[in-house]
């Protein structure tokens, strides 16, 4: 019984010496320069890759993350409607509506959504 493990061991460890040999063997350098630029759609880049972008770009993905969030929150409380009472369910999602208005005229008072800076 040892012997048939041994056996397979050694069968094992000789088919992936085997096969690492032939990666070697097949394996090509591709270190090129097309492979080590960078890519833009298929276009060669047109500008150096280290420019700042506009900032208007992120303040509409966080806006866009704050009214995803608003929906994630605001979805399930149709199904607490049959939990809760009425006023109950009311006044919690009056509550999130609330601090989402408030956080959007803070950031309207703040100058974060004046586009033309």
């Not at 080590?36 to 966080?62: A, K, Q, W």
């Not at 704050?66 to 199904?79: A, K, Q, V, W, Y």
């Not at 607490?80 to 009056?94: A, E, G, P, T, V």
Request: hydrophobic fraction near 60%; aromatic fraction near 18%; glycine fraction near 2%.
């Amino acid at each position: 019984m040892i012997y048939i493990l041994m056996l397979m061991n050694l069968i094992f460890n000789l088919i992936i010496m085997i096969l690492i040999f032939l990666n070697w063997l097949i394996s090509k350098n591709l270190n090129y320069l097309e492979k080590n630029s960078p890519f833009e759609c298929g276009f060669e880049p047109f500008e150096s890759s280290r420019l700042p972008f506009s900032i208007n770009f992120y303040l509409i993905s966080i806006l866009f993350l704050i009214f995803d969030i608003e929906i994630i929150l605001l979805l399930p409380m149709m199904n607490s409607l049959k939990i809760l009472n009425y006023m109950n369910w009311l006044y919690s999602s009056l509550v999130i509506l609330l601090i989402l208005y408030l956080g959007l005229e803070f950031e309207k008072n703040e100058g974060i959504m004046n586009w033309f800076l």
